[in-house]
């Protein structure tokens, strides 16, 4: 260990020299990177992020590709996943069915459907279908599906239903407009 009459002096030095070193002082953002899909995101510091590398609590299948959790509300997440979205015209067929029959699933009712813009600049087009599931604890979800090189993805965000509407404006739309497309 250094000791010096002026310990500050050290400290000041340190501080400079650590200033210079790209990430330490600076912030630099982290980023969750899938140069599969060519998707990306910022990890920003409230959020938990999962992917079958780094599983977690969760048990991953072949279609999930990460999920993202609300650090401090942890009942609030989402997970994207592959679809069998192949195309635009399918994305169209997809509203239409969502439109006309729903999710045939126990407990299903549909709050919404319709288009949406996704990304960081809102140029990706994608089908959003909005609905509430009831249970011992209601759910609201939101399924955002869209095309990215050739791969049908959803996005699934869910929360209870009596938050959607916050856990939507804070949380969901923020992350769904922080995503770049390449």
């Given at each position: 260990?250094?000791?010096?009459?002026?310990?500050?002096i050290l400290g000041l030095i340190l501080i400079s020299v650590l200033a210079l070193v790209p990430g330490i002082l600076r912030g630099e953002e982290a980023r969750y990177t899938n140069p599969t899909y060519g998707i990306s995101f910022p990890i920003?510091?409230?959020?938990?992020?999962?992917?079958?590398?780094?599983?977690?609590?969760?048990?991953?299948?072949?279609?999930?590709?990460?999920?993202?959790?609300?650090?401090?509300?942890?009942?609030?997440?989402?997970?994207?996943?592959?679809?069998?979205?192949?195309?635009?015209?399918?994305?169209?067929?997809?509203?239409?069915?969502?439109?006309?029959?729903?999710?045939?699933?126990?407990?299903y009712h549909k709050v919404s459907v319709g288009y949406t813009n996704i990304g960081e600049h809102q140029r990706k087009r994608a089908v959003d279908h909005i609905f509430n599931l009831q249970g011992k604890?209601?759910?609201?979800?939101?399924?955002v599906v869209f095309v990215q090189k050739g791969q049908g993805l959803t996005f699934v965000?869910?929360?209870?239903?009596?938050?959607?509407?916050?856990?939507?404006?804070?949380f969901f739309e923020p992350f769904l407009r922080s995503i770049k497309f390449e």
């Open positions: 260990m250094i000791k010096t009459k002026h310990g500050w920003l510091e409230d959020i938990i992020l999962y992917t079958p590398e780094h599983p977690g609590p969760f048990t991953f299948e072949k279609d999930n590709i990460f999920i993202v959790i609300n650090k401090w509300k942890p009942n609030e997440l989402i997970m994207l996943n592959r679809s069998a979205v192949a195309d635009e015209v399918d994305l169209d067929y997809l509203k239409s069915q969502m439109e006309e029959q729903g999710l045939p699933q126990p407990g604890v209601p759910r609201t979800m939101r399924y965000c869910t929360s209870d239903t009596d938050r959607f509407r916050e856990t939507n404006k804070d």
